[in-house]
């Protein structure tokens, strides 16, 4: 299995994150407004997490601006919004030997480095 991030290149938290990694790290990256996510990639993601809802981002600013927390989302609707939107993948999402790795707090980032630091 091939270890990946999906990250926002014009994302300063995402930035300070991939400088934090491990040097020589063997992963792609996969820049998500350069280069959308497929249906494929985000089932693997689901696979691996159990739920759209666990890689959508509340913090958004469409989120806000659509009025979404008033709303009843199902998950077909977290799905759709991923696909139709990259902000609303939450970052950095990470896929490493099978697992994923939704960075978005400062121990989530130590583990990453943790695991990458054994691979």
Same mark, same amino acid.
């Not at 994302?11 to 996510?37: A, E, G, M, N, W």
């Not at 689901?46 to 989302?73: P, R, V």
């Not at 696909?83 to 400062?106: A, C, D, K």
């Given at each position: 299995?091939?270890?990946?991030?999906?990250?926002?290149?014009?994302?300063?938290?995402?930035?300070?994150?991939?400088?934090?990694?491990?040097?020589?790290?063997?992963?792609?990256?996969?820049?998500?407004?350069?280069?959308?996510?497929?249906?494929?990639?985000?089932?693997?993601?689901?696979?691996?997490? &159990?739920?759209?809802?666990?890689?959508? +981002?509340?913090?958004? %600013? !469409?989120?806000?601006?659509?009025? #979404?927390? $008033?709303?009843?989302?199902?998950?077909?609707?977290?799905?759709?919004?991923?696909?139709?939107?990259?902000?609303?993948?939450?970052?950095?999402?990470?896929?490493?030997? &099978?697992?994923?790795?939704?960075?978005? +707090?400062?121990?989530? %980032? !130590?583990?990453?480095?943790?695991? #990458?630091? $054994?691979?």
């Amino acid at each position: 299995m091939i270890n990946k991030i999906y990250y926002l290149g014009t994302c300063d938290t995402c930035r300070k994150i991939i400088k934090s990694l491990p040097k020589d790290v063997d992963l792609v990256f996969h820049d998500i407004k350069q280069d959308r996510i497929t249906e494929e990639q985000l089932e693997e993601m689901l696979q691996l997490s &159990g739920s759209y809802e666990s890689l959508f +981002s509340k913090k958004a %600013i !469409l989120y806000k601006t659509m009025d #979404l927390k $008033n709303k009843q989302l199902s998950e077909s609707d977290y799905k759709n919004l991923i696909l139709e939107n990259y902000t609303f993948l939450s970052r950095t999402v990470f896929i490493i030997n &099978g697992g994923i790795y939704i960075v978005n +707090s400062q121990q989530n %980032i !130590l583990k990453v480095n943790t695991v #990458l630091n $054994n691979v």
